[in-house]
């Protein structure tokens, strides 16, 4: 059970192209952000569509991966793990980040297609 306590499993589409980072180190970094859709009526009955929208971070070759083959709309399915982080903004206001650490990527489609 040690493997499952911090998991994440999410199936969502890019919200924007990746951003790529190649470190002084040569390693590469991805980020990007995926939308997940829930849909339910409410009360009067009218259907909701709810979207979170979730922050990924790939690594080395998944993050090649990810420069390579994906771009806004794309559909995938992300594993891994969360993260927060903090820093401070240019205010001084020390803000946090939550984000996925993938360890598994799979390419489903495009949103278009």
Known sequence: MNALRNKVQLIGNLGKNPEIITLDSGKKLAKFSIATNENYKNAKGE???DTQWHNVIAWNKTAEIVEKYLVKGNEVAIEGKL????YEDKAGEKKYITE??????LMLGNKNS
């Open 47 to 49: 259907k909701i569509t």
């Open 100 to 105: 996925i650490i993938v360890n598994e990527l």
């Open 83 to 86: 993260t927060t982080r903090s």
